[in-house]
C-alpha cells in the first residue's frame, strides 16, 4: 500500500511515510545479510499528529530504564560488584575482569563513566519528552502531492 501522507514518529520525530495511517519502521540497520537490526519504537504507532500514547509509553519506559540504572551505579560506587566486562581492543572479545586483574580500577572508572553518561542521557531525554507531551495537541499528517512514498 503506498502512503499518501507523511508524519512525525512519536519517539524520535521522524519525518516517515504513513502506509494505513501509522507510521512506517525506520530507525534499523541492514547489515550484510539484509535482514533487519534494530529499530525506533515509535514505528506501526499513529504519528505524533495524532496521538502522544506512544510517547507517555516510552517516558514510563524511560522513567523505568533511570531507575535501574540508578541501581546499578549505586552497586559500582559501593564495591558490590566483584566482576566486570570489558571488551578487548586487540580482539573484540568481552573479557571478564576480576577484583585481582590490574585493568579493575580503570575497567571500574570507565564502566561508573558509562553508567553516570547514560544516567544523564536518559534523564534529559525524559524531561524533553515531558515538555513535548505536556505541550501536545492534535494535528494533521501531511497529504504528499505528486511524490510517490
Not at 32 to 59: I, K
Not at 121 to 141: N, S
Request: hydrophobic fraction near 35%; charge should be positive; include cysteine.
Amino acid at each position: 500500500m503506498a502512503a499518501t501522507h507523511i508524519g512525525h514518529c512519536q519517539i524520535c520525530l521522524r519525518v516517515c511515510k504513513l502506509p494505513g495511517g501509522l507510521v512506517a519502521r525506520h530507525g534499523y540497520r541492514r547489515p550484510r545479510w539484509g535482514h533487519e537490526v534494530g529499530h525506533c519504537l515509535g514505528g506501526a504507532c499513529l504519528p505524533w499528529e495524532g496521538s502522544c500514547e506512544r510517547a507517555v509509553w516510552y517516558l514510563e519506559r524511560l522513567s523505568t530504564y533511570l531507575a535501574s540504572d540508578r541501581v546499578v551505579l549505586a552497586k559500582y560506587e559501593s564495591g558490590e560488584v566483584d566482576t566486570l566486562y570489558r571488551k578487548s581492543r586487540v580482539t573484540g572479545q568481552q573479557m571478564l575482569i576480576t577484583k585481582e586483574d590490574p585493568t579493575w580500577e580503570l575497567t571500574l572508572r570507565e564502566t561508573i563513566r558509562g553508567v553516570q553518561y547514560q544516567i544523564t542521557d536518559i534523564d534529559r531525554a525524559g524531561k524533553a519528552l515531558t515538555v513535548r507531551i505536556a505541550a501536545w495537541k492534535p494535528g494533521e499528517p501531511q497529504v504528499v502531492h505528486g511524490i510517490a512514498v
